[in-house]
């Protein structure tokens, strides 16, 4: 039983990573012109957070696969509610009974299979790694005071509420695998997974979309042979649950391959590969944020809404959705570990419906989230900045003291007639620009040449790799930069004369991100 | 090795793929109800040369 007088405490606090893919449905038969839809039986394992998906997009597509109509979500049941219902606008027309239903990803947090049968839950039990610092996006409201031209007083006659503004959203955290720079360029165009992590997914007892066999339950799967470049990438399994379900694409059985746990012994140097590669299109991957303030209680310890109260004195959640890197920044300090700090553009921040329940963190202990079960000391190791290696102008860097990566997507913010929600906006990336900086120590002036040359450098690419003794890898390779900056510093204490040197490179080499790691990108 | 695609081309391999095996089914069931059609002419054609 809560006391409410109890204050909340950090110590109950989390920020957990939420996927936001694409999310199929089944809908029931319902046929004609609808601005409703509700999830099929098969599909009611599912329960959502009242109207976490207002405006999201969804497309109905016909049994053929051939995209029928898009619409923008008004509102979705909550809790309370066993078979889903989504209210959408414009309407459906002549919606056939065997239409299906896609909900895009962007600030749609990924929901996971109800707990205890009946509480809506999201895939939120993972973590986002070696968090140094975090700030959850925070939510600005224009004040709006007016005169109204009615005299009287000298105090403003009216007053309301404007726009909300959700910003300020910041991860900071040491680098132990580098998916975080699959959501700053935007697509993944291979996966390798070796065949010592991998087996085929299990046939009998395996039902598309939502079910695997009990052979499969807790573990990843993924479409080995085509897979879609901006996520579902890998799909959980939650018990025998498919989370989210399984992308009419990705439904063949003898395609799909289940990743072995992270305990097993193979998984100490065994590792997937995944090619990275700019995105172009406006289809940045994005990821929510679940942050909940628990007050530890013994039972029911993520569970809101326990005493049917109007204000919530248990545990305190709110969703960051629709999160994109705005900009990335890599650095390798001397004597620190690789660190990534990331600044966010959040679409809106959701709080709960009074009298919501829910399980926060899908009620998990943090060693039995996702990305940490299993995890062997190899895994959570972060990488070091003595394990880079720097290669510009065809020549290794041998004696950098530090360097700092920056990609800027310079997302723009837009809002939309029809929208549904004055809190909620959208980030369009726009130019993507990326500046190498790094100060190091050397032998030659060729570093000086270059920055008096005019010419861009074509021929050879920047290299940036940094390696762990298990094998994961971080790699980067860039094309077409210039030096636009090298400044020699003559040092007070006679000690080495060093150089800071920028360079700014155009792009990223084609397939030039490689990712080697043992987690499993969802998307 | 898995290929990445965005989910519009991956749903146009599958509406292509799709197409194709349900022309390739019809193909064969055509093939099959000829093959029928045959065999009871031919048998229809034993019976007539027997009668005869």
Known sequence: ?523 | MGQGYSYTDRLKLKIENDVKAAKEAAKAERAKKAAEKKAAKAEVKEENSKSA
């Open chain 1, 1 to 523: 039983m809560a006391i409410n007088e109890e204050i909340f405490l950090g110590s109950g606090a989390t920020l957990s990573f939420v996927p936001e893919v694409d999310f199929y449905i089944k809908k029931t038969t319902a046929t004609g012109n609808v601005t409703q839809i509700i999830f099929h039986s098969d599909q009611t394992h599912f329960r959502l957070i009242k109207d976490l998906y207002v405006g999201c997009t969804i497309d109905r597509y016909d049994a053929s696969n051939v995209l029928q109509s898009t619409h923008t979500i008004t509102g979705n049941s909550g809790n309370s509610t066993a078979a889903a219902t989504i209210d959408f606008t414009p309407q459906a027309e002549s919606t056939a009974a065997d239409d299906y239903f896609v909900i895009r990803g962007y600030a749609a947090p990924c929901p996971a299979p109800a707990q205890d049968t009946s509480i809506a839950t999201l895939n939120a039990d993972n973590s986002l790694g070696l968090v140094e610092s975090a700030t959850f996006p925070n939510i600005e409201v224009e004040m709006r005071q007016l005169n109204l031209a009615l005299g009287g007083t000298r105090n403003f006659t009216h007053q309301f509420k404007g726009i909300e503004t959700a910003s300020g959203g910041n991860i900071n955290l040491i680098s132990n695998q580098g998916h975080w720079l699959y959501y700053a360029l935007g697509k993944c165009s291979t996966t390798t997974v070796p065949a010592g992590i991998r087996s085929a997914a299990t046939s009998g007892g395996f039902s598309a979309p939502f079910d695997v066999a009990s052979a499969d339950q807790a573990t990843f799967l993924h479409e080995d042979t085509a897979h879609i470049e901006d996520g579902p990438i890998f799909y959980r399994t939650i018990g025998t649950e498919i989370v989210p379900p399984l992308m009419p694409t990705d439904t063949t059985v003898g395609q799909l391959i289940s990743l072995s746990a992270l305990s097993v012994s193979n998984f100490e140097s065994n590792f997937i590969t995944y090619i990275i590669n700019e995105q172009d299109t406006a289809k940045l991957p994005s990821f929510a944020l679940e942050q909940s303030i628990s007050k530890l209680e013994s039972t029911n310890t993520y569970k809101t809404d326990i005493d049917s109260a109007a204000t919530e004195s248990h545990t305190f959640v709110r969703v960051a959705r629709g999160n994109r890197i705005n900009t990335l920044t890599l650095t390798a300090n001397e004597n620190e570990e690789v660190k990534m700090t990331m600044d966010l553009n959040t679409s809106a921040v959701t709080e709960l419906d009074i009298d919501e329940e829910m399980y926060a963190r899908r009620n998990q202990e943090v060693e039995n989230f996702s990305n940490r079960k299993g995890a062997q000391s190899g895994h959570l190791e972060p990488f070091f900045f003595t394990d880079g290696t720097i290669t510009i102008y065809n020549q290794q860097l041998l004696k950098i003291t530090n360097l700092t990566l920056t990609i800027n997507n310079n997302i723009q913010d837009k809002r939309f007639v029809g929208m549904q929600d004055r809190g909620i906006k959208q980030g369009i990336p726009a130019q993507r620009t990326y500046e190498l900086s790094f100060t190091a120590l050397v032998t030659d002036d060729k570093l000086f040449r270059e920055f008096i040359r005019s010419d861009e450098e074509t021929t050879y690419d920047i290299t940036l790799q940094f390696d762990k003794s298990n094998g994961e890898q971080i790699k980067l390779e860039f094309e077409n930069y210039f030096t636009n900056a090298a400044n020699w510093t003559i040092p007070e204490d006679k000690g080495p004369v060093t150089v800071e040197a920028t360079v700014m490179p155009r792009g990223l080499k084609t397939n030039g991100c490689t990712i080697i790691t043992h987690a499993a990108l969802m998307g």
